[in-house]
């Protein structure tokens, strides 16, 4: 048998089964215990009690043959020693009298031992009148009836106990689901924090609860602070550097429109392009579009406007498959570099063909890239992602590629709690898929 799926899934509910289950075991050993032992010993012994003076009685009636005189006298002091009422039906049989089912621990405990005392034939009725048990005892031809009061031959302690120890039990567990909760919610706020980081927000995360909750929440908060110390030192240089780079590609450009050569102006002209594009893409990497605000996008029409304006491509078709009432909410810059990026990786590395659609469902919309190029082998697809890292350097050494694309557009995708996952297209190339939440 499989626990796991019977077992709680969160801690709260894990921490509750541990005290739980012990506690009603507890609770079930002692009532069985306890309710049964008591029971049968001290019910036993009052049923054997009651039967030894029914019997007491019905012998001192059988010594004076039940002259009627002596019936009299001996139910007289049947009521007032034994505190027990009895009745005589001559010329009667016990088959009018008794109850006929056995349902009761009382009734059970009755007709064990009583048994044991009463030599005749004999029935009683625990339900014919309330409070009260009745035993029929047939003899000389005649029924005779006895009644005592049901708390004769009952301890009700034993309820009273149980009773406590289950209001007891209650409120313990009240007291305990109280205090686990208490500890649980640091624990939530630690997951809120990481959770709010990983999409580039601060969560003011203040040390609370359990020694080990607030130390991990101070570890938390020290490790945040050294992580965005080294973001803002990385932006930083890489900011410096491409705003130191881009005055003197100002210069060249306008120098090369002084030059006198057409052909090598040109081909000077591309390059410096190119490098501008390279900066652009550091820039945009190193601002990381924090400042953005976000709004809801028409993932179809973004589509449209890359295809038809930002992307240089001749020769190649994009099959647009995106349906066209696809919204989200965004960032709609960083999520045109996003796509863009992965579009323009999709036709450089391609033969002919790329694709793109989306699928969408109740919390997630996936937007997946294809193309019929190389693809990329299975173990550099977590590569791809890293800084600067491109497949086959000398191939594209040539080109203004920086290996920034992917690892750009990752970043704005976690940064919106999206996941980018690469796998190998049914088309020949390279499948890229884009998870956003839909709610981000
Ligand atoms: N669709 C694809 N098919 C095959 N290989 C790909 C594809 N997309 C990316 N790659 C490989 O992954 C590497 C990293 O891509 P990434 O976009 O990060 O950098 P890049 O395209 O080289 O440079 P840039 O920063 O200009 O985009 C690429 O160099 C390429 O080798
Ligand atoms: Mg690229």
Known sequence: MNTRKFFPKTFFGRSLVIILIPVLLLQLVLIYFFYERHWDDVGRRLALALGGQISYIIKTLEEKDFSPNDIKIQFKKAESNFLISSSWYPEEGLERFGQKEVTSLLDKTLEKSLAERINYPYTFDTKLIKN?????????????????????????????????????????????????????????????????????????????????????????????????????????????????????????????????DKNASK????????MKEMIDNY??????????????????????????????????????????????????????????????????????IVEIMTIKNDNFLNIVIEDDGKGIPKNKREKVFKAFYRIDESRQSASANTGLGLTIAKDIIQSHGGRIVLNASNLGGLKVEIMLPIKA
């Open 283 to 352: 820039l945009a990497f190193a601002s990381g579009e924090k400042e953005e605000k976000i709004k809801n996008i028409n993932i179809y029409k973004l589509v449209k406007t890359l295809c038809e304006k930002d992307i240089i491509y001749d020769s190649k078709t994009i099959k647009n498959k995106v349906t066209k009432d696809v919204h989200i909410n965004a960032k709609p810059l960083a999520m045109k570099r996003a796509l863009l990026n992965i579009l323009s990786n999709a036709i450089s590395y391609s033969k002919n």
């Open 267 to 274: 081909n000077l002209g591309d390059d410096v392009s190119e």
């Open 132 to 260: 009260q048990v009745i035993i029929y005892v047939s003899v000389n031809d005649g029924v005779l009836k006895f009644s005592v009061a049901r708390k004769n031959l009952y301890s009700s302690t034993i309820e009273v106990f149980i009773l406590w120890m289950l209001f007891t039990a209650i409120f313990l567990l009240t007291l305990a689901l109280y205090f686990m909760k208490q500890q649980i919610k640091p624990l939530r706020n630690i997951i809120l924090a990481a959770e709010e980081f990983g999409k580039g927000n601060n969560y003011d995360l203040k040390p609370r609860g359990a020694f080990e909750l607030r130390q991990l929440s101070r570890v938390f908060i020290k490790m945040r602070a050294r992580i965005n110390n080294q973001i803002n030192n990385r932006t930083l240089m890489l900011a410096g550097i491409s705003h130191d780079l881009r005055t003197p590609l100002t210069r060249m450009n306008l120098q090369i429109a002084l030059l006198g």
